[in-house]
T-cell receptor, first 111, second 109 residues
Framework: SQTIHQWPATLVQPVGSPLSLECTVE??????LYWYRQAAGRGLQLLFY??????ISSEVPQNLSASRPQDRQFILSSKKLLLSDSGFYLC??????????FGPGTRLTVL | GEDVEQSLFLSVREGDSSVINCTYT??????LYWYKQEPGAGLQLLTY?????DMKQDQRLTVLLNKKDKHLSLRIADTQTGDSAIYFC?????????FGTGTRLTVIP
């Protein structure tokens, strides 16, 4: 069966510090991978998606970036965090672009 | 508009039916989804409906789709306290999913 992991589960970082969130998927090959952000009181915003190693599409301009160094690994990064980067970050995978399956999420607080 | 819209809050009494509504944006969307998010957790796919269907029933869940009005609803029969969560509708556009703001369902014992 397929599983998706995210870590860390929670993170508190000062403004201006770097960020690295990791997502890994097990039990499937060549998945589509997604990063979403859920800000307080708001819906999910698609940040990045990837259809293969090294292939990243960005949906919104921002100070975040994503990388996919391996087939089942998706990383969300920032060189300098802003207060507005606080939120709940969710990674998801799909095969064929139909149903998406979500990880447990990382709650990021930027102070 | 370009956003998938939902009411933010809904409260129902335990045992009653809940109806969560959603208005989506693209009449050519092929699939429409309902996800459930429990506190502090990721999203769990509840059900989905293909755009050529009007209704889909799965145990206590009934999904109704009105393509003319681009309106989607989720009915939960015999709502239980364990149904308290945030419910997101989503539409599939250009191979990606676009989510609504979520409706926070509170079930009153």
């Amino acid at each position: 069966s397929q599983t998706i992991h995210q870590w860390p589960a929670t993170l508190v970082q000062p403004v201006g510090s770097p960020l690295s969130l990791e997502c890994t998927v097990e039990g499937t090959s060549n998945p589509n991978l997604y990063w979403y952000r859920q800000a307080a009181g708001r819906g999910l915003q698609l940040l990045f998606y990837s259809v293969g190693i090294g292939q990243i599409s960005s949906e919104v301009p921002q100070n975040l970036s994503a990388s996919r160094p391996q087939d089942r690994q998706f990383i969300l990064s920032s060189k300098k965090l802003l207060l507005s980067d606080s939120g709940f970050y969710l990674c998801a995978w799909s095969v064929g672009g139909h149903e998406q399956f979500f990880g447990p999420g990382t709650r990021l607080t930027v102070l | 508009g370009e956003d998938v819209e939902q009411s933010l809050f809904l409260s129902v009494r335990e045992g009653d039916s809940s109806v969560i509504n959603c208005t989506y944006t693209d009449s050519s969307s092929t699939y429409l989804y309902w996800y459930k998010q429990e506190p502090g957790a990721g999203l769990q796919l509840l059900t989905y409906i293909f755009s050529n269907m009007d209704m889909k029933q799965d145990q206590r869940l009934t999904v109704l789709l009105n393509k003319k009005d681009k309106h989607l609803s989720l009915r939960i029969a015999d709502t239980q306290t364990g149904d308290s969560a945030i419910y997101f509708c989503a539409e599939r556009r250009a191979n990606n999913l676009f989510f609504g703001t979520g409706t926070r369902l509170t079930v009153i014992p």
